[in-house]
């Protein structure tokens, strides 16, 4: 596909962040402020960095990001920002759950921007979009504190209207939307989710 370099690639080239799709969390983070000043913040699929970079500043120096993708990824932490503890693991496999506690038993945060190769067929790469945001919200009610915020990217089809019910049967206020950031013709949204309501009794 080609990459157009519109407005939002040329800006993240020059705040010198690897990846346009900073500004779609950085639009959500200003609505929401799900992110908050020594919040722990676990990113899936964190390639190229630059939730993780940006979640990092949010959070500070007292907080931790840790940035788990299949693909290796290596930035340097901003000046004042978070440590980022970058994980080269596939989210599928279960021995991830372990990997990341060894580093943070849970956290206040879960974000995704993740998204499957597409094919080009509409139903197929919707399909394998909802096996991977399935998969996020799997592991946030693994790892999320309580009362913690959920941000996993979806492509919209004929399914998702049951995987945000899904989403609303566990969090206290659920919001889709469609950052300005985003291409026009993109069938992406992000499924933004605050007040986890974890298990009683439920062990981290």
């Known amino acids: 596909m080609r990459k157009v370099k519109d407005f939002y690639y040329k800006k993240a080239?020059?705040?010198?962040?690897?990846?346009?799709?900073?500004?779609?969390?950085?639009?959500?983070?200003?609505k929401y402020q799900f992110m908050k000043r020594g919040d722990s913040v676990l990113d899936l699929g964190c390639c190229p960095g630059s939730w993780s970079l940006y979640a990092s500043e949010v959070v500070g120096e007292t907080g931790v990001v840790v940035g788990?993708?299949?693909?290796?990824?290596?930035?340097?932490?901003?000046?004042?920002?978070?440590?980022i503890h970058w994980l080269q693991h596939d989210i599928m496999d279960p021995d991830m759950v372990p990997l990341v506690r060894k580093i943070r038993p849970a956290f206040r945060v879960l974000v995704s921007d993740l998204a499957p190769k597409t094919t080009g067929n509409r139903w197929t790469d919707h399909q394998q979009?909802?096996?991977?945001?399935?998969r996020t919200l799997q592991?946030?009610?693994?790892?999320?504190?309580?009362?913690?915020?959920?941000?996993?990217?979806?492509?919209?089809g004929e399914d998702f209207p049951e995987f945000v019910d899904e989403v609303k049967s566990c969090f206290d206020q659920v919001k889709v939307i469609k950052p300005q950031?985003?291409?026009t013709e993109s069938?992406?949204?992000?499924?933004?989710a605050l007040g986890y309501r974890r298990p009683p009794g439920q062990v981290s």
Not at 70 to 82: C, D, L, P, Y
Not at 139 to 156: E, M, N, P, T, V
């Open 187 to 192: 069938r992406e949204v992000f499924v933004v």
């Open 68 to 83: 788990v993708d299949i693909q290796e990824t290596k930035q340097v932490s901003r000046h004042g920002g978070a440590e």
């Open 139 to 156: 592991l946030a009610r693994i790892l999320l504190l309580d009362k913690g915020a959920y941000i996993c990217k979806a492509f919209q």
């Open 13 to 30: 080239k020059k705040d010198k962040y690897p990846a346009r799709s900073i500004y779609k969390l950085e639009e959500a983070q200003r």
């Open 181 to 183: 950031s985003s291409r």
């Open 129 to 134: 979009s909802l096996r991977l945001t399935r």
